[in-house]
Every structure is written in C-alpha cells, then in structure tokens.
C-alpha cells in the first residue's frame, strides 16, 4: 500500500510541473533597435487633418461668352472688298474735255502717307512738249475726281502713290479710257503688268460712278 501511494504521489507531482509549464506566459520577442544613423518621421496628426476653420476656397468664375457679330451689310461688304483689294485706278476722258479719276485702293495706305493721284498731261507746242503736273489729295479708299483743261491733243497718264516728304513712291498706274456711250469704254491705254480683264472691271466702275455722278 506505501508503494502505490508514493507513485501515485509522484504522478501527480510530475502532471503538476507539466501544467505549470504549459500556464506560463510566453516571452515577447523585443523589436530590432533601429541603425544608428536613421531618424524616425511621424506625421502629426494636424497635418493630415483638414483644416474645417480654413475659409473655403472661391468658385472658378464663369468663362466669357463670345458675341458672334451680326453679318456685314453691303456697304461693309463693299468696303471689305476694297480694303483687300490691291490699289486700281482708272481715267476716263470725256467730250468736255476733262478726264475723271476713279480709284480704289486698300485703306491701310491712307495711313502709309500722304495719298495722292498725280495727273501729268503733256501738250506738243511747236517744236517743244508742254508738261504740267497736278495733284489730287486722296482722303477715302474708294472716291474720283475730275481734272478739266484737257482738250483732245493732250496726252494724259494718271498714277496713284504715296508721298513722304518731298519723295513721292508711284504704286499703280492709271489706265485711260473714252467714255464712248454704253456701258463699256473705249480702251485709250493699259499698262502691260496686268491683263486687260482686270482694267475691264476697273473701268467698268468707273463708267458707273462717273454716270451717276453726271
């Protein structure tokens, strides 16, 4: 009976310990230290927050609309055509012995200089020519003048130019025409640099103007 007793006691002895292991708390691992050298940022929390005392930020404003401008009229149009026009000019000679001036030109050369037309007439006297000179103040883009004293002897060449002080630059050299009836004059002269068709419709509104200012 003493021998089943001290085993008994000894199992239960030996079961206790096994317990008391399995019972006790587990050793933490300890964090790595961190390298010397490095540095540790946190962010505070102030940063990260939004800021709800901040006022709000304004609303983007509205893009401008863009007004479309109504179509031209036609005086506009008109004036358009003439302002991207290159400068023409046209002379016609008349039974009472004047020649009316009608040019068109871009309105951009009015602001270049003083604009002109420079009619010279050249008159056979005997054995010498007889010369004059006249100029005629260019104020519009589009308009015409009439030059009298000019009988039928007399040669005519007109031009259109620019003068700057005492210099004057030509740009476009007149053609000449008689006004014969109907609607198409009657070609005296054309310079060669451009074709005829062209100081056909020149002429053609010169004709125009000239009737309706008759």
Same mark, same amino acid.
């Given at each position: 009976?003493?021998?089943?007793? %001290?085993?008994?006691?000894? %199992?239960?002895?030996?079961?206790?310990?096994?317990?008391?292991?399995?019972? *006790?708390?587990? &050793?933490?691992?300890?964090? +790595?230290? *961190?390298?010397?050298?490095?540095?540790?940022?946190?962010?505070?929390?102030?940063?990260?927050?939004? !800021?709800?005392?901040?006022? +709000?930020?304004?609303? @983007?404003? +509205?893009?401008?609309?863009?007004?479309?401008?109504?179509? @031209? /009229?036609?005086?506009?149009?008109? $004036?358009?055509?003439?302002? &991207? #026009?290159?400068?023409?000019?046209?002379?016609?000679?008349?039974?009472?012995?004047?020649?009316?001036?009608?040019?068109?030109?871009?309105?951009?050369?009015?602001?270049?200089?003083?604009?002109?037309?420079?009619?010279?007439?050249?008159?056979?006297?005997?054995?010498?020519?007889?010369?004059?000179? #006249?100029?005629?103040?260019?104020?519009? &883009?589009? /308009?015409?003048?009439?030059?009298?004293?000019? !009988? /039928?002897?007399?040669?005519?060449?007109?031009?259109?130019?620019?003068?700057?002080?005492?210099?004057?630059?030509?740009?476009?050299?007149?053609?000449?025409?008689?006004?014969?009836?109907?609607?198409?004059?009657?070609?005296?002269?054309?310079?060669?640099?451009?074709? !005829? %068709?062209?100081?056909? $419709?020149?002429?053609?509104?010169?004709?125009?103007?000239?009737?309706? #200012? &008759?």
């Amino acid at each position: 009976d003493h021998e089943v007793a %001290r085993e008994l006691k000894v %199992r239960l002895l030996s079961e206790d310990r096994e317990a008391s292991k399995r019972r *006790a708390p587990r &050793a933490e691992t300890p964090a +790595p230290e *961190a390298e010397s050298g490095s540095v540790s940022v946190s962010t505070p929390l102030s940063e990260s927050a939004p !800021d709800l005392s901040a006022p +709000p930020e304004p609303a @983007p404003a +509205p893009e401008p609309v863009q007004e479309i401008p109504p179509p @031209p /009229g036609p005086n506009q149009a008109a $004036a358009s055509k003439v302002a &991207a #026009r290159a400068p023409a000019i046209a002379a016609l000679s008349t039974a009472d012995g004047s020649v009316y001036v009608y040019w068109e030109i871009p309105a951009s050369l009015l602001e270049r200089g003083l604009a002109l037309v420079r009619v010279a007439t050249f008159r056979a006297r005997g054995t010498s020519v007889e010369q004059t000179t #006249r100029d005629l103040p260019v104020t519009t &883009a589009q /308009g015409s003048q009439r030059v009298t004293g000019i !009988d /039928g002897e007399t040669f005519v060449r007109a031009v259109f130019g620019v003068q700057h002080g005492e210099a004057f630059s030509p740009l476009a050299v007149a053609s000449l025409a008689r006004v014969a009836g109907g609607d198409v004059p009657a070609p005296l002269f054309r310079p060669r640099w451009a074709p !005829d %068709r062209a100081f056909e $419709a020149i002429e053609r509104r010169a004709l125009g103007a000239f009737l309706g #200012r &008759a």
